[in-house]
């Protein structure tokens, strides 16, 4: 699972797919839970980094929540991982992903409820950046030992430096330029599809999250299938 070449056309289009996700998590976590991401990280530290220098409107306990949340899950993704052998790489893919799709619906249920103003809610804020925060952890540990070039699911930021440093511009072939902009395009799907799902509610993009994530675990059994002829391409 380690190495970045030969994985199968439907395993990148999953990804595509959970880039999407991403995209849709952290538009309700920015939007509705005070400034804060449960999927990007990056974003989290330079948040924390605000408020320490002391800009308002950013929480110092909501970002060290997300990140603690998040290495947890990463931890959980990593022992899960780490005890795939060759053989089982598609089914412990599959595992993780279910994990995934349950801590997302079980953000979705915490967040029936959670309206404007959303400060008056503290305990479903933090019970949802807790659970999405896991479970985007769990899933970068996954796909970090899947290690698919161009396709992280939650960071775009190499993605658009390779679209850019190796393209004919800048004297390079262009390569993977098509799973490059389809990440790209993914993510802001993903967001835009989340900012507007929460004119409705909090919850319901979440559990569009847990349907869409359900569905991608029962794909990755199909690419691990022996019949699928995919399974070797995981590893």
């Known amino acids: 699972m380690t190495q970045p070449a030969n994985h199968p056309p439907s395993a990148v289009t999953i990804l595509l797919v959970m880039t999407a996700v991403t995209g849709i998590v952290d538009a309700v976590s920015f939007l509705t839970l005070g400034h804060v991401f449960t999927a990007n990280m990056t974003g989290n530290v330079v948040f924390l980094g605000f408020a320490l220098g002391g800009a308002p ?4 306990p909501r970002s060290l929540l997300a990140l603690v949340c998040f290495l947890m899950g990463a931890l959980l993704g990593g022992r899960i991982t780490t005890q795939m052998t060759a053989h089982e790489s598609g089914r412990g893919v599959f595992r993780v992903s279910v994990i995934e799709t349950l801590l997302l619906l079980a953000a979705a249920t915490i967040a029936l409820g959670l309206s404007v103003p959303y400060e008056d809610h503290p305990g479903k804020i933090q019970g949802v ?4 925060a896991i479970a985007m952890g769990l899933r970068n540990a996954m796909v970090r030992k899947l290690n698919v ?3 992280t699911t939650t960071v775009l930021t190499l993605t ?3 679209l850019a440093a190796d393209s004919t ?3 390079g072939k262009n390569p993977r330029w098509k799973r ?14 989340g900012a507007l799902l929460l004119d409705r ?3 319901l993009p979440l559990y569009l999250c847990g349907v869409i994530s359900a569905a991608c675990a029962f794909a990755w059994l199909h690419v691990a299938s022996p019949t699928s002829g995919s399974e070797n391409q995981l590893r």
Not at 180 to 193: E, I, K, P, S
Request: glycine share 12%.
């Open 149 to 151: 070039p161009d396709l």
């Open 129 to 132: 950046i807790a659970l999405t």
């Open 201 to 203: 509610s909090v919850a």
């Open 57 to 60: 409107g950013v929480s110092i």
């Open 169 to 171: 511009l800048a004297d």
């Open 180 to 193: 490059r902009c389809a990440a790209v395009l993914a993510m802001l799907g993903g967001a835009a599809t």
């Open 160 to 162: 658009l430096t390779g």
